[in-house]
Structures are given as structure tokens and as C-alpha cells.
Nanobody, 124 residues
């Protein structure tokens, strides 16, 4: 089992930056693909970013490409999401997820473990 705990969310203004962290326990993340998803009120959970086990491949949704960066530090068993130029439409609960597939996966059903989420609120 892998336990994932997100942190770093908060209330910011449009144009600000935040860095989310996802710390894992229970097992090493070094062989897992990792992803970030988000869910806004009244909307379905959507893909944000994903990274392969080595960090060599990343994918982003069109809505965050060029503003968000996913990275990982396998030695620290942690994955990050750097979010720049935040917009009010980025407001959501952000979830970290891990997949056995080891690749950068963009679809939620492929993920095996999920964190509890961290709230990000961007005011205009």
C-alpha cells in the first residue's frame, strides 16, 4: 500500500504561485507513475499533470500547459506541482495519485492510490 498526503494548498490571488507537494509513505515511489488531478465544485475530476517513474516524461492538460510544472524527487519520495500564473478557474481540490504502470498516465482509472486532496483557491 502507498499512502499519499498532499500539502501546499491555500488561498492566493490571480497571478500568484503555489507549490503543491505529495509525500508518500509505505513504499518507495521510484517505480510508480505519478499524477495530479483536480476537482472543482460541481465538476468532474480532471487530469492536470503526470510524470513517469524516472521523471523523463511529463504530460499536461491544455489548460495548465506552460503554467504548471510537475516534478519528482524519488530520494525524498515526493512529487511536486509548481503552479504559476494562477487563475480563478484553477480553483479546485488537487489530488495526487500513483499508478503501478510507471508511465505518465493521463486517465484517472489507471491510478491505484490517491491522496485526500488539498484545496487551492484563487481569487480574482
Amino acid at each position: 500500500q502507498v499512502q499519499l498526503v498532499e500539502s501546499g494548498g491555500g488561498l492566493v490571488q490571480a497571478g500568484d504561485s503555489l507549490r503543491l507537494s505529495c509525500a508518500a509513505s509505505g513504499r518507495s515511489l521510484s517505480t510508480y507513475g505519478m499524477g495530479w488531478f483536480r476537482q472543482a465544485p460541481g465538476k468532474e475530476r480532471e487530469f492536470v499533470a503526470a510524470i513517469s517513474w524516472s521523471g523523463g516524461r511529463t504530460y499536461y492538460s491544455d489548460s495548465v500547459k506552460g503554467r504548471f510544472t510537475i516534478s519528482r524527487d524519488n530520494a525524498k519520495n515526493t512529487v511536486y506541482l509548481q503552479m504559476n500564473s494562477l487563475k480563478p478557474e484553477d480553483t479546485a481540490v488537487y489530488y495526487c495519485a500513483a499508478t503501478f504502470l510507471a508511465q505518465a498516465i493521463t486517465t484517472a482509472p489507471e491510478y491505484d492510490f490517491w491522496g485526500q486532496g488539498t484545496q487551492v483557491t484563487v481569487s480574482s
